[in-house]
């Protein structure tokens, strides 16, 4: 493994590691090296490496059938929409493969509803924020709030526009004729895990039925009990109209998933959008196994529980540390912001055994999994602890 060349496009910059086996908590490299992972492949296994609930009714359906695609009833995959529309404020449930696809299709949803339902096709134009991240695709790059994602890919859709984080009096400033739906994250994690103030989000929700426009939450990182709550709009008393998952939603098996309020159902009528693979047998399986497992142990109330002692405990220690601007989180999904580049530190703790992940280039993130054991994350946090005091300390 290294730096030599493979044949792969050179679009990741990635570190000279490779996992061969992983469980709970520990991932373990070629050489039989042990790693504590507080990043779950980008906060995807909430439950773990091999969570035996989701392996189990994976090989069983490994066994039995993989694919017919969506011109057939999926039991599973209807199973699955109903237990997320039992525990959410939505109605319907559309799936797809990853985070991008669902905020594709919340887009294009947005937009038809605007066209087909209501007749007014000239509101297609959807606000998102400065520092926000959805995706990858031509749509959802636009929709990113970030340049970086969109050097050298002109032209870039229509009907998106900008306003910054956070700040109330400005989005109402940005609300237009043209405007359809304002689209946010409650904690923006690519961006560098910034949870949105409760007067925002809920001036935000305001704004929305004053204007008659559609809320969107993307929830692909914040989603399935990571921050707290199943949903991290839970927090802010608000419901959107719109919101995505992806991410932990089948536990590393490529799912993501578009959820709506009634009256948006009939907009996705027979034909106007579709996925081969959306919601199969092996990833409505995965995901239906996660899902049942998150309600069934409480792992969103844990999540909560540990985050806000990961939070406390990281502020106590790096309390007077000159690197350390900010701790800031919402349950076990934890930033720390740094005056300075996180790269470095980052680098470190993996050459001792501890897996963490940069949002943005001054910030640390921390997203154990919500089963990790307290003896595990206390040793994790130990670790931050220690590396940011001794490169605090040869700093001076
Ligand atoms: C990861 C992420 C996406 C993109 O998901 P992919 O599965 O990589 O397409 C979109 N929005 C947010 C908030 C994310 O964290």
Request: with cysteine.
């Amino acid at each position: 493994m290294g730096e030599a060349q493979n044949a792969l496009f050179p679009n990741y910059a990635r570190y000279p590691l490779a996992f061969v086996k992983g469980e709970g908590s520990r991932l373990w490299d070629e050489n039989g090296k042990e790693y504590l992972d507080l990043m779950c492949g980008l906060a995807v296994t909430n439950l773990g490496h091999a969570p035996k609930q989701v392996t189990e009714r994976l090989k069983a359906q490994v066994d039995t059938l993989w694919h017919t695609s969506n011109l057939f009833h999926i039991p599973d995959q209807e199973k699955l929409a109903q237990l997320l529309v039992d525990n959410s404020c939505a109605d319907a449930v559309f799936f797809c493969n990853s985070g991008a696809e669902a905020n594709e299709a919340a887009i294009k949803l947005a937009r038809r509803y605007y066209q087909k339902v209501l007749g007014q096709p000239e509101r297609y134009e959807i606000i998102t924020f400065h520092m926000s991240f959805h995706g990858r695709t031509l749509a959802t790059l636009t929709a990113t709030g970030q340049d970086k994602v969109k050097e050298g890919f002109a032209p870039l859709p229509e009907g998106f526009v900008y306003a910054p984080y956070n700040d109330a009096a400005a989005l109402e400033q940005t609300i237009g004729p043209k405007t359809c739906a304002i689209m946010l994250e409650m904690v923006q994690g690519e961006g560098g895990v910034n949870p949105a103030d409760k007067a925002f989000v809920q001036k935000a929700a305001e704004l929305c039925k004053q204007h008659g426009l559609l809320l969107i939450v993307d929830e692909i990182q914040t989603g399935v009990g990571r921050t707290g709550k199943l949903f991290a709009y839970e927090h802010y008393g608000i419901e959107p109209d719109i919101f995505t998952l992806a991410k932990a939603l089948g536990s590393g098996i490529p799912i993501g998933a578009m959820l709506g309020k009634e009256k948006l159902r009939e907009a996705f009528s027979a034909g106007s959008h579709g996925s081969t693979f959306g919601g199969n047998f092996l990833s409505a399986a995965a995901g239906l196994a996660t899902l049942e497992t998150i309600l069934g142990e409480k792992l969103s109330d844990r999540a909560a529980e540990l985050g806000d002692y990961a939070v406390s405990e990281l502020k106590t220690k790096l309390a007077g540390n000159s690197l350390v601007k900010d701790v800031r989180g919402l349950g076990l999904l934890i930033g720390i912001q740094l005056t300075g580049p996180s790269a470095e530190l980052i680098a470190t703790l993996q050459q001792q055994g501890v897996l963490v992940v940069s949002a943005g280039p001054n910030v640390i993130r921390l997203a154990p999994s919500l089963v990790i054991d307290k003896a595990d994350l206390d040793r994790g946090l130990a670790a931050v602890v220690q590396v940011l005091e001794q490169k605090a300390a040869a700093a001076v």
